[in-house]
């Protein structure tokens, strides 16, 4: 696993292997990143269900300007320090998704960008999503990208993109107007 553009293009990333987690391949990284790429520069993203961190180095990569790293287990939370050791403005948290979410909401951090690919079988992105509404936790021009496998996804938020890579499904949503 390797970040695939940017300023950090080629670092080679470890986590292939933790448990519980599936990378996302580099071509749907690589199709994700270009849908964003006018979101990129100069933000502020979440990382939620982080795992090894691909999709929010890859982010700050791209001249975002920071990113927090949010996943429960503690192997993880091992691979992400190692993964983002010589790269600045990095915020890792080892914590639940719904404990984190909170935090940020009583620090009054919004995002541009939010990464939201928790394990498939786990469902947890509508649940996730209305954390994220009910905690204001997006900017005014921010959205959040999704990626599942057969979730139905109930959410308030417009769908401004969905795409489909075999049995992967990105949707990215944002606030209405």
């Known amino acids: 696993m390797r970040v695939i553009s940017g300023k950090y293009k080629g670092k080679k990333l470890d986590g292939f292997n933790i448990d519980g987690t599936r990378p996302t391949m580099d071509r749907v990284k690589e ?3 270009g849908m964003i790429q006018g979101y990129l520069k100069d933000s502020v993203s ?3 269900f982080a ?3 691909a999709l929010g180095i890859e982010a700050l990569s791209e001249y975002g300007m920071k990113c927090y790293f949010v996943d429960a287990s503690i192997e993880a939370i091992k691979v992400l320090k190692k993964n983002t050791a010589s790269i600045e403005n990095v915020y890792i948290y080892h914590s639940d ?3 984190a979410l909170l935090n940020f909401s009583k620090q009054k951090i919004k995002f541009n960008i939010i990464f939201l690919d928790p394990p498939y079988k786990m469902h947890l992105i509508s649940e996730a999503l209305d954390l994220i509404i009910k905690y204001d936790l997006l900017a005014s021009d921010g959205i959040v990208i999704c990626e599942a496998e057969d979730e139905v996804i109930k959410t308030n938020l417009l769908n401004i993109k969905s795409k489909k890579y075999g049995d992967t499904n990105i949707n990215i949503y944002k606030k209405e107007k």
Do not use: K, P
Request: aromatic content about 16%.
């Open 31 to 33: 199709s994700l990143f």
């Open 97 to 99: 998704f719904r404990e």
């Open 51 to 53: 795992g090894s961190g």
């Open 46 to 48: 979440l990382d939620l």
